[in-house]
């Protein structure tokens, strides 16, 4: 079962790697694309903007789950500062991911229902009609995968807070 769960894990972080280079190549792109045609060319690249938010929105979201995959997302910890003793600093560990957990179950609920209410309004975009629930759909998917990432680390915590590695 651990085997699968980190095959899993891989196959998904790749995923997530792949979407965030191709976005990425493909924002930058399209900005360069539509500066020469305006600038250069004279010709107006319409729309290119909701083709980069569509990038933008899985660039973005897709982007920042993987920073909650290795737990490299912004934070204030201080609890080095506060707290001087190992075993100290490990039960507070155990509470910011508790409170990670709860919050991000809570996030998650909300992304859910905003996406849904985004597929039921079906919005899209004035010039290529395109859905904005698609680009939304990220939002979902990134806090399903945030929600999971800190429920491991919130595992892998009381793991060590009992005295395990890993």
Same mark, same amino acid.
């Given at each position: 079962?651990? @085997?699968? %769960? *980190?095959?899993?894990?891989?196959?998904?972080? *790749? +995923?997530?790697?792949?979407?965030? &280079?191709?976005?990425?190549?493909? +924002?930058?792109?399209?900005?360069? &694309?539509? @500066?020469?045609?305006?600038?250069?060319?004279?010709?107006?690249?319409?729309?290119?903007?909701? %083709?980069?938010?569509?990038?933008?929105? $899985?660039?973005?979201?897709?982007?920042?789950?993987?920073?909650?995959?290795?737990?490299?997302? &912004?934070?204030?910890?201080?609890?080095?500062? =506060?707290? *001087?003793?190992?075993?100290? !600093?490990?039960?507070? @560990?155990?509470? !910011?991911?508790?409170?990670?957990?709860? &919050?991000? +179950?809570?996030?998650? @609920? $909300?992304?859910?229902?905003?996406?849904? $209410?985004?597929?039921?309004? $079906?919005?899209?975009?004035?010039?290529?009609? =395109?859905? %904005?629930?698609?680009?939304?759909?990220?939002?979902?998917?990134?806090?399903?995968?945030?929600?999971?990432?800190? %429920? +491991?680390? =919130?595992?892998?915590?009381?793991?060590?807070? !009992?005295?395990?590695?890993?």
């Amino acid at each position: 079962m651990i @085997a699968f %769960l *980190k095959r899993a894990d891989h196959v998904i972080f *790749k +995923i997530q790697e792949y979407i965030c &280079i191709i976005t990425s190549v493909l +924002i930058t792109s399209l900005i360069v &694309i539509a @500066a020469i045609m305006r600038y250069i060319l004279g010709i107006n690249f319409g729309g290119s903007e909701e %083709l980069v938010l569509f990038a933008a929105f $899985w660039f973005y979201f897709t982007g920042s789950s993987l920073a909650y995959r290795d737990d490299a997302h &912004i934070n204030a910890d201080m609890t080095s500062l =506060l707290f *001087k003793s190992e075993k100290a !600093k490990k039960r507070m @560990a155990v509470v !910011k991911y508790a409170v990670s957990m709860v &919050i991000a +179950i809570v996030a998650t @609920a $909300w992304a859910f229902q905003f996406v849904s $209410w985004s597929f039921e309004l $079906w919005p899209t975009t004035p010039i290529y009609k =395109l859905p %904005l629930a698609l680009s939304r759909l990220s939002i979902i998917v990134s806090f399903i995968l945030m929600s999971i990432y800190v %429920l +491991i680390h =919130l595992i892998r915590s009381v793991a060590i807070l !009992k005295g395990g590695e890993n």
